[in-house]
């Protein structure tokens, strides 16, 4: 298999992950802790995925000819745009910030998941699965 299918591969089972452990979460901190916490880690899990796809693009056009100068910017206020949603949706409602920092998480245990996922199937060759 070529490293360019195989990655497209992993970020594939990144993503599925990430929306998994996400939804699982927010179902779980709503039955546990109630409404404001599954919304506060629903909001910072969604917040991951959309870094995450950012980030995948950012790769992705990374010495291309698509590459502008517009993406350099759009990449440092990424960070921006994400803090004020975040700070003007939690500046206004009940929803709870530690439980929003919390799903912010989520890509970061998706790929360390990845990473286990390649170690344990890398022995025996098997990473196609």
């Known amino acids: 298999m070529n490293d360019e299918r195989h990655l497209a591969r992993a970020a594939g089972r ?27 880690f629903a909001l910072g899990a969604a917040i991951s995925m959309l870094n995450f796809r950012w980030l995948k693009q950012v790769a992705t056009t990374l010495g291309s000819e698509r590459a502008k100068p517009r993406m350099a910017v759009l990449l440092g206020l990424r960070y921006l745009i994400l803090g004020g949603l975040a700070y003007a949706i939690l500046s206004f409602s009940k929803i709870s910030l530690s439980a929003m920092f919390l799903g912010v998480f989520v890509a970061v245990a998706a790929v360390i998941l990845e990473i286990l996922f390649e170690l344990v199937y890398a022995r025996n060759g098997t990473v196609d699965h």
């Open 14 to 40: 990144i993503w599925k992950m990430t929306f998994a452990l996400g939804g699982a979460g927010a179902i779980v901190l709503f039955v546990w802790r109630g409404w404001t916490w599954g919304a506060g």
